[in-house]
């Protein structure tokens, strides 16, 4: 069997272990609120540390095309929805902190915030791109919106992906090297795939 035949098949129980790699992070937090451990501001922490793992595997998400392109090796396209999937609900689980934990629901505040700093602004938008992303990455959705038509709605990553990383530079006020690294990278990937020019 050839190299190319092996990297095609789909590898044994590759999706549940992928879950339960993208759930880690959500166990680990879980165990460090329940044993009290998030510092004197908790809920900042944790709304921080989700939106740090939904960049980090947004851009896994957004490195499988251009892994593919360099690379030559397909197998990973095949997860690349659930990973997309993977880090919308990391984004959710974000927002809803903020949301519900911070601002106890009150709208107006929310709004305030969001018309005020343009980190969140920028991160609300993010959010608003990703969630039709999201309501289609499924089989049904494809068969029913069309390949084509498909594609090009889901060509908004490339809008929301930098808008993500950009709501990461301009939230923190110290220790921008790891913001500004995470927003090279995201930039890297996408003049990869805009220099290649191929289908995402």
């Given at each position: 069997?050839?190299?190319n035949a092996l990297a095609a098949?789909?590898?044994?129980?590759?999706?549940?272990?992928?879950?339960?790699?993208c759930a880690l992070p959500l166990l680990w937090l879980g165990t460090r609120a329940a044993l009290d451990l998030l510092g004197a501001n908790p809920v900042e922490a944790a709304i921080r540390f989700l939106g740090d793992w939904a960049l980090r595997l947004l851009i896994v998400a957004l490195a499988v095309t251009p892994i593919r392109l360099v690379f030559g090796w397909s197998a990973p396209v095949r997860y690349r929805r659930m990973l997309g999937l993977w880090a919308?609900?990391?984004v959710v689980l974000h927002v809803a902190f903020y949301v519900i934990l911070d601002q106890f629901f009150d709208w107006g505040a929310i709004g305030h915030d969001i018309l005020k700093?343009?980190?969140i602004t920028v991160g609300m938008a993010a959010l608003i791109l990703l969630t039709?992303?999201?309501a289609t990455s499924t089989n049904a959705m494809i068969k029913r919106l069309g390949g084509?038509?498909?594609?090009?709605l889901h060509r908004a990553v490339y809008l929301a992906a930098p808008l993500?990383?950009?709501h990461y530079v301009w939230m923190v006020k110290a220790g921008i090297l790891q913001p500004m690294a995470?927003?090279?990278i995201v930039l890297s990937l996408l003049a990869c795939r805009l220099l290649v020019g191929q289908r995402p």
């Amino acid at each position: 069997m050839t190299a190319n035949a092996l990297a095609a098949q789909k590898p044994l129980g590759a999706r549940p272990l992928i879950h339960l790699i993208c759930a880690l992070p959500l166990l680990w937090l879980g165990t460090r609120a329940a044993l009290d451990l998030l510092g004197a501001n908790p809920v900042e922490a944790a709304i921080r540390f989700l939106g740090d793992w939904a960049l980090r595997l947004l851009i896994v998400a957004l490195a499988v095309t251009p892994i593919r392109l360099v690379f030559g090796w397909s197998a990973p396209v095949r997860y690349r929805r659930m990973l997309g999937l993977w880090a919308f609900a990391y984004v959710v689980l974000h927002v809803a902190f903020y949301v519900i934990l911070d601002q106890f629901f009150d709208w107006g505040a929310i709004g305030h915030d969001i018309l005020k700093h343009k980190f969140i602004t920028v991160g609300m938008a993010a959010l608003i791109l990703l969630t039709p992303l999201a309501a289609t990455s499924t089989n049904a959705m494809i068969k029913r919106l069309g390949g084509p038509a498909w594609r090009r709605l889901h060509r908004a990553v490339y809008l929301a992906a930098p808008l993500a990383a950009l709501h990461y530079v301009w939230m923190v006020k110290a220790g921008i090297l790891q913001p500004m690294a995470y927003l090279l990278i995201v930039l890297s990937l996408l003049a990869c795939r805009l220099l290649v020019g191929q289908r995402p």
